[in-house]
Structure formats: C-alpha cells, structure tokens
C-alpha cells in the first residue's frame, strides 16, 4: 500500500517562501502522477501542480504558474512543492497525492486520487 506524509508547512509573511516535501512509501514499479491539491476554508480542493514519475509530464494551476514548483526525487522516494512569492490567497491546508497512470495529462482536475496524504498547513499573511 502507498503511504503518503507531507511537511514543511508553516506560517510567512506576504512575498515569502516555503518548501514543502512529501514522503512517499510502500509504492510499487508502476508509475504514477503525483501532485499537490490545496484546500482553502470556504473553497472547494484545487489542483496546484502535478508531475509523472516516469517524466515529461507536469503541470500547473494558472494561480501558481511562475511561483511554484514541483518536483521529485525518486532516489529518495520524495515528492517536493518550492513556493515562491507567496500570497495570503495562497492559504490553505496542501496535501499530497499519487495516482497509478501513465501520464498527468488532465489530471490537475482530477479530483480522486487514489493515495492522499494527511495534509500540512500553509498561512500567509499580509
């Protein structure tokens, strides 16, 4: 079973940064999509940016595009969210997630995924 468990959330000011990482465990040799969703209060869950493990495919939620940045380390089994230039309607609880496919191609917008992480506070203030 695939086990997904994010941190590096926190609390910064309005044009800060934060790095979040995903742990990735008990995945097998299939490839996947792997991304970050977001979910604000009031708000319903939003694809932020998403990446497949074999390459090539990655995309991004227009909000975010030039600010955030997702990628992997599969040697370490680890999944990362670099955000930049963060603003307070970046706030929201992020949470991982992996999905077994061959490519991420519409899946920015896919809203079931097969494998969630707990999630990890991100707040900006202004």
């Known amino acids: 079973q695939v086990q997904l468990v994010e941190s590096g959330g926190g609390s910064v000011q309005d044009g800060g940064s934060l790095k979040l990482s995903c742990t990735v465990s008990?995945?097998?040799?299939?490839?996947?999509?792997m991304g970050w969703f977001r979910r604000a209060p009031g708000k319903e869950r939003e694809g932020v940016a998403v990446t497949y493990t074999g390459g090539g495919s990655t995309y991004y939620a227009d909000s975010v595009k030039g600010r955030f940045t997702i990628s992997l380390n599969n040697a370490k089994n680890m999944l990362y969210l670099h955000m930049n230039t963060l603003k307070p309607e970046d706030t929201a609880m992020y949470y991982c997630?992996?999905?077994?496919?061959?490519?991420?191609?519409?899946?920015?917008?896919?809203?079931?995924?097969?494998?969630w992480g707990q999630g990890t506070q991100v707040t900006v203030s202004s």
């Open positions: 008990g995945y097998s040799y299939d490839t996947y999509c």
């Open positions: 997630a992996a999905h077994s496919a061959f490519s991420c191609y519409g899946y920015l917008d896919k809203a079931d995924f097969h494998y």
